[in-house]
């Protein structure tokens, strides 16, 4: 599982400084080409295509208009769910930079992530509202 961890500990690294600079190709690549979204309230099944990275490059701008300047990851928990398929919990810590100091948001995430050749996610499962969060922690207004 060492090995493992490693892998997916790069893999999640990498996500986040892609997601950092707004690399939307790199972003999308660290999706299977359809995946699932499951949160309390909603159940999307996102296709990655032409679409999804129109509306990545949305949001990465409104980040960069946050100030987003850093995305940090670290791998909480890693279970086996069946040959070639883990669940990720994941740590993530963004900065945003602001006049006097800057702020820090922090979430958790559960990932399955398919782990024949490349990692790929295919279902992502945000353990909090992430607008909730941004909020929570001074990024959005109240």
């Known amino acids: 599982m060492d090995a493992t961890r490693e892998r997916l ?3 999640f690294t990498d996500y986040a400084k892609a997601t950092a600079r707004g690399d939307v ?7 299977s080409s359809t995946y699932l ?30 100030g987003l300047s850093e995305a940090q ?11 070639g398929h883990v669940s990720v919990r994941v740590a993530w810590t963004l900065t945003f930079d602001r006049p006097h100091a800057p702020i820090t948001s922090s979430f958790e995430i559960t ?30 207004p109240s």
């Open 25 to 31: 190709d790199e972003v999308a690549a660290a999706y």
């Open 37 to 66: 979204e499951s949160t309390p309230t909603s159940l999307v099944a996102w296709q990655v295509d032409d679409e999804y990275r129109s509306g990545l490059r949305d949001q990465a701008e409104s980040m960069r208009g946050l």
């Open 9 to 11: 500990a790069r893999f």
């Open 73 to 83: 990851t670290a791998v909480e928990a890693i279970s086996e769910l069946a040959p």
């Open 111 to 140: 990932y399955v992530v398919r782990m024949v050749d490349d990692p790929q996610i295919v279902l992502y499962v945000p353990h909090e509202d992430e607008t909730a969060v941004m909020r929570r922690d001074g990024v959005l």
